[in-house]
């Protein structure tokens, strides 16, 4: 398994739009959790620097990063459709 450092992951957290729906990444200890609405948080695994997947949710995430590195998109592949998410300021 990939290990990224916590402040590494740290840049991933926050919240995420696609029209009405929130999506928050969030850490908790050394660990990163997505929680889509009302549904119960999941565990995201890293698979390289920008990518993760759902071990309990089928999910692969993919984080984009602008030109200074910061996280501004995040594609959510789920049963084959990509739910494309952007980064709340």
């Not at 948080?41 to 993919?62: R, T």
């Not at 789920?78 to 980064?87: A, E, G």
């Amino acid at each position: 398994p990939i290990q990224i450092p916590v402040a590494e992951l740290q840049k991933f957290t926050g919240r995420y739009m696609e029209g009405q729906q929130v999506l928050n990444i969030f850490l908790t200890g050394d660990q990163l959790f997505a929680k889509l609405g009302a549904n119960p948080p999941f565990e995201i695994y890293p698979k390289d620097k920008f990518s993760f997947l759902g071990k309990k949710v089928n999910a692969q995430l993919s984080f984009k990063a602008d030109e200074a590195g910061m996280i501004k998109r995040l594609d959510v592949e789920v049963r084959d459709i990509i739910h494309h998410f952007s980064k709340m300021q």
